[in-house]
């Protein structure tokens, strides 16, 4: 079958919500949406086909145009993950900028969970949008939609057109699904209107981490079949329920399916629509102050905790509700309000799910024992990376702190040389032979070293020292790349 191209869309200039007359509440909204999160039937009878099913929720997923200003924006080629790998700042020299297009047009999906025209989708699908426009499947209806929030950090968005009566997808409980769970992707890939694929749950909780295109996630790991132009679509559950929105894929040299999508589940959607319409468009997270790190069986043997569950605190930011209530790097999280801490991404997650100025309690195994400690969170910050603090340090000679390992000063030369941040304090790593304990523990050329052994270093001499005294079997070393910082766990003996 060929592939055919979506209509032209025909753009305004986009209109805020408040300008259209659009003004709800997140309880309003909730009101309008249509739920049905009942029990799927525990029954292994043979389905023969679901086209009953899929002939109810179809028309509510909907195609969604939208342009955007195009002037001095890369093509979309260059927005592949390996092609940012090659050229991190950009457009390669000798490339054509006069070439670049005067706007680029968008074309994604939408699910429609209200009479009256509310619509979920992505908000990569509809930001800095130039006009919006929504088509409706085998209805030959098309509506101007006005953006009502969206939130880039988790990737959702609320859009509205102006109707009555409209087909509905009603929103299921994405928190009772379970791997092995029929699923349906519905969309509008390459132009392909309402295509639909079926496949199963292949996994869930996939993190921000496992994706990489959002600060904040919890994926619907699928793989039913996802391609460009899926996004913001409906991810489907076998009785014709909403328990996710298409979001990315894991695709292959061609940016094709294989076999790995992703979809941000129903009601983490849900809440962050309404965390949007109650913050004034804006998601209010939580805000400690750490850097989390996993737990591996080295490094907790060497901090003495015998439990496999657990988060490990690299660095604490000053002027942080962490460091105010005086938590430690080398600190285990084991506990948050209650619940276990098994592992940063989910503990992440969790923490920026609570609401700013709300009192947490963490349980954190320090030096043998389980203390608690109980603070009040501050809101998340643009941009966290403000609480960076510190400075340079004198110069010092290189000399050999482990076994293949060399480390110098932070001086000029090195902060020009490995572009270490200006207020960072510790000992450089200026070389690392390759089959050394070190490297296999992950230490690199380039990292600065700010703690052995929980001991706080800025010297070389301060280093050389706080190894010397060290007489167990797994050094710890606290270190940073300059973007992150963990514990190193080094065994010695």
């Known amino acids: 079958m060929a592939q055919t191209e979506p209509k032209p869309a025909v753009l305004k200039d986009g209109a805020k919500a408040e300008e259209k007359g659009i003004k709800i509440t997140s309880s309003e909204w909730h009101q309008k949406v249509t739920f049905d999160q009942t029990p799927l039937p525990a029954n292994n009878a043979m389905v023969t086909s679901y086209a009953d099913m899929l002939a109810k929720v179809t028309p509510a997923v909907v195609t969604i145009f939208s342009k955007r200003d195009g002037a001095g924006e890369l093509p979309e080629f260059f927005n592949e993950p390996f092609f940012k790998r090659l050229f991190p700042d950009g457009l390669p020299d000798g490339f054509p900028e006069d070439q670049m297009p005067d706007s680029q047009p968008v074309t994604g999906s939408g699910v429609i969970v209200s009479p009256d025209g509310f619509i979920l989708t992505n908000n990569h699908v509809v930001e800095d949008s130039k006009g919006l426009r929504v088509e409706l499947q085998g209805e030959s209806r098309s509506f101007e939609a006005t953006l009502v929030v969206s939130d880039p950090k988790s990737d959702v968005a609320l859009i509205k057109i102006d109707g009555k009566n409209l087909p509905v997808v009603p929103v299921g409980d994405s928190n009772r ?80 399916n294989v076999g790995i999508g992703f979809a941000i589940p129903s009601m983490m959607a849900i809440e962050m629509v309404e965390k949007l319409l109650d913050g004034g468009g804006k998601v209010r997270r939580g805000f400690l102050g750490v850097s989390l790190q996993p737990l591996e069986p080295d490094l907790a043997e060497a901090l003495g905790w015998k439990e496999p569950y657990g ?103 090195t902060r020009e040389k490995f572009r270490l941040e200006e207020g960072v304090k510790g000992v450089v790593v200026l070389g690392v032979k390759p089959d050394s304990v070190a490297a296999e523990a992950g230490l690199q050329v380039g990292m600065v070293i700010v703690e052995v052994n929980q001991v706080p270093v800025a010297t070389v001499e301060e280093s050389l020292k706080a190894r010397k005294e060290f007489t167990g079997a797994v050094l710890l070393l606290r270190v940073t790349d300059g973007e992150s910082r963990s514990i190193l766990a080094i065994r010695v003996k």
Do not use: C
């Open 177 to 256: 699904l379970r791997v092995g769970d029929v699923t349906f992707a519905i969309g509008n890939p390459f132009g392909l209107a309402q295509t639909v694929t079926m496949g199963i749950v292949s996994a869930l909780g996939r993190s921000a981490a496992d994706v990489q295109i959002v600060d904040y996630a919890n994926f619907i790991q699928t793989d039913a079949a996802i391609n460009r132009g899926n996004s913001g679509g409906a991810l489907i559950d076998a009785a014709g329920r909403l328990v996710g929105i298409n979001t990315a894929i894991q695709g292959g040299a061609g940016g094709g």
């Open 311 to 413: 988060v490990a605190i690299s660095h604490v930011y000053p002027n942080t509700p962490a460091a105010t209530a005086g938590l430690k790097p080398s600190d285990i999280i084991v506990r948050y309000n209650g619940v276990k801490a098994e592992n940063p991404d989910k503990l992440r997650l969790t923490i920026s799910n609570t609401s700013p100025s709300e009192n947490v309690t963490f349980d954190v195994f320090r030096r043998g024992e389980v203390i608690q400690v109980s603070l009040s969170l501050a809101e998340l910050p643009d941009d966290p990376r403000e609480f960076l603090g510190g400075s340079p340090v004198k110069p010092k000679t290189p000399q050999e702190f482990l076994e293949g390992v060399e480390i110098g000063e932070v001086n000029q030369a």
